[in-house]
């Protein structure tokens, strides 16, 4: 279809307030999202991020209760508060509710008709937060008359899409239906930003909603829309109601589907009014999938009414497809059997798994659970058969069809081992009696913002998986084996260091004792004088130390340098950082590895082997990467192993530390400190990220580890900076006196070793580089906080937040190496580089003179550091 076949028209009914939205589109011509696209604009709308459906029977809201439901649990605290309002205390708690008298009954049914009307309001106030449609067809269901319920109350409300047949066969067997779609069809016009905003509404007649004068169904002629005894759209019992006689009325866009009258020479196209679909509410006539637009939602409402197969196959269909589906608790049928079992298997994110999931785990795996098992090994050890059995022992169904069966639990279960994220956020189950607003709308907004809506299944979810434990294996050899050298760097350092302050310290011990009598005589005493034998008697050890000290300096020195023992601990720390970068980005799925899978994994695989590429020291054959594209290669590492040495290498995390430690980290962090650690022991660490596990597993733990890392780093170089203070002022006092100059040597020798090993352990590009990362943890917080959850779910966010964070843990990496360059292979990947470039303030920006800058290391060696080219977050 294109934009100028449309027609549009703006209506409104008789009697009722809100004017509505008509879009007239031929049946043969289909609607693509670019046309779709460009009716929203017209009408000043954005695209729905989702659509909201009922999959639920047309059972009235006033009798949606029964013995089996009335007998649950959560019905107790409802059915003795009635009691006690009709002054039946005597009656016991366990009587039968098929016992119950029928005045009893109607209060608890006028009881669940409020709770689940005002559930659904707000499932319509999370859906108008985050820009979700409802959408109704010619077929609807009581979700629709909630809705409508809350509309009248007030409330507001979703955006509502109608989409049907204007000859439909129910509607064309009524005379003034057919009038009403004639009178819509001929006051519209061609759809354009003008029409929308310049036409003038057309007034329809309401009098096929008002019981006083459409009284073609005896039931509607008496009661309206208060009561209703039929249970589903069938023919016979709902002819003549206007439920089935024309399309749900209480819409803001209908899209409207007729069949163009075949007339040769005619200007315009006519509708055909002797047509009629084949079907009585076809939903196959109106070429309309809503699927094609934005994910489909479906809310399911229980209902007591047999035949619910058909609904329990769609609800499981749509877990398995990552479908979202909002399951309404404590109602008939199916939907209180699946949401048992759906709140069961969701225990396994619990804050104490262990207690929650164990009445559903499997006797046998049950006891190979330690505490640090992470979800997915209680997904693993999960029993269908138990969580079939809570499930009957909670609701009994009625109808074999209608109950949930071993086979249905099996399936659910397949499924989110399958997907758990895809699960864990699109499948929500609230509870009407008990749940706040507050809280159910946190879910709901949850389930509409998730990024895992509708999102097709990767084929290569477990290869990603291998592929991903292999690049963690792979920074934890690096960052053992860069810890190894950083040792052995510090060993040769303080051993030069040291051995030249003794060899300084003797050396003008001597000279002080040969020339006491000359400068000092007398001076030190009886100490003096001994310290001067020990030196006559020992002279020859002293003398070969003298001539065995440089020779040891030499040689350590030869290894320092000619070993380079510095720079290839920095090569391997750069490394196991940049190993660390390039995974988040490719779990993450930003650039470069925001193309399809096969491609980002082969792109992932050559860049790591460009990483490690001449690391010294370090046997990195290609098979050991090439292993994590083999489907039958075990994992090497068990993911509880890994957590926790990626949290200790990473985040300093240490298991089961003392309470004095958690009570002195949380007074320092704050209370989430501790939390983060329990994130990151329970996260998949190897699981594509989104937004908020990469807030909970990456930059939460980062912020807590930089922020202790400047308080020590502040702390040790003030006590350095105190002691060279120290130092000098002793130097000074020594340079003043006649008698104690000839210490001056030691003095600088103590300040030399002092300057080395502080320069050393914290560069002095190291704390800005901490403190701009700091800054950078900052700015992305109060993004977070400042915008709704939404935003926060969006691709765009995840993109920024990973590129980022990655940025500025790179940047702090590469202070602590001392500007280690990007490796060679990856330079000219403008994607790498935008990741790796660094945040800069506008002074600073100002102050770069290119896109690159060098600098002249201690060595000689010379150093690339690459610039931004922008600001991601604005300085």
Known sequence: AKFEDLRYAKFAFDGVQGLKHAVLVPDHLELTPLVMEEVCTALDREMPSMFLTGLSSLSHPSKLTSPQLRNCSGFSPLLAEARRSLGMDSIQSSTAPTGLPDQLIDIVDGVLEKKIGAMVGNITAAAFRTNVWTFTGPRISNFEIFIQHCL?????????????????????????AKQLMKDLFVSSQGLSAEAVSEMSPVLLSSSLWDPAVNIAHEEFA??????????SLDQQTTAGHPIVQWPWPHGDLFLFFYREENIRGAVEADVDWDFATVNWLDEEAANFSP?????????????????????????????????PVIIIDNTSGIGKQLGTAVQDIRNIWDAAPHTACRPFLDDGRASSLGHSCIPLDFLQALSAAKILQHAEQVFTASGTDDKLTLSDVVVLLDAVKRRPQAFRETVCVVDPLTESAHEAIKK?????????ACAGESVSTELQRKLATRAWDLHLRLARSALHKWRVAILLLASIALLLLACTIIAILRLWCELRDVIAPGYGGELGTRIEEWLSN????????????????????????????????????????WVVAELYLFLGSVAPYDKGAAVNQ??????????????????????????????DASPGIELDKLNREVGLQLYGIRRGCCPCRCRALRSCCGTRCCSSGNNLAQADLVE????????EVRIQPLRHRYLKTVWKATVFRKCTNALLMLVICVSVLLGSTEKFYVWLPVAAAIANVLANLSNWLTPPAFLPAVNNALMVFQKLDLLWQGSDLRENRSEATKRLMIRTTESAVLDVQRALARAMPMPEGLEDDDDMKEASSKIMTPSEQASSTGPTASSTGSDGTLYTVVKPRDSLLGG
């Open 291 to 323: 699927q094609a637009f934005a994910p489909m939602c479906s809310v399911c409402i229980g209902s007591p009414t047999l035949g619910q197969s058909e609904i329990k196959r769609q609800l499981l269909q749509n877990i398995q497809r990552a479908c």
């Open 152 to 176: 009248e109350t007030g409330e507001a409300g979703a955006f509502r899409l109608v989409a049907a047949h204007m000859q439909d066969k129910a509607y064309m067997e009524c005379a003034e």
């Open 222 to 231: 008496q009661s309206g829309y208060e009561y209703w005894s039929f249970v």
């Open 688 to 695: 594509p990220v989104s937004a908020e596990s990469y807030m």
């Open 602 to 631: 082969k792109r992932f695989l050559r860049r790591l082997r460009v990483m490690v590429k001449g690391s010294p020291s370090f046997a990195m054959d290609g098979d050991n990467l090439d292993q994590g594209t083999d489907a």
């Open 444 to 452: 709901l907004m949850s389930v509409f913002t998730s990024t895992q």
């Open 538 to 577: 020992n002279k020859t050890v002293l003398d070969g130390l003298f001539v065995a000290a440089p020779v040891i300096m030499l040689v350590l020195m030869t290894i320092q340098t000619g070993f380079n023992v510095s720079q290839n601990w920095a090569k391997m720390h750069m490394g196991a950082s």
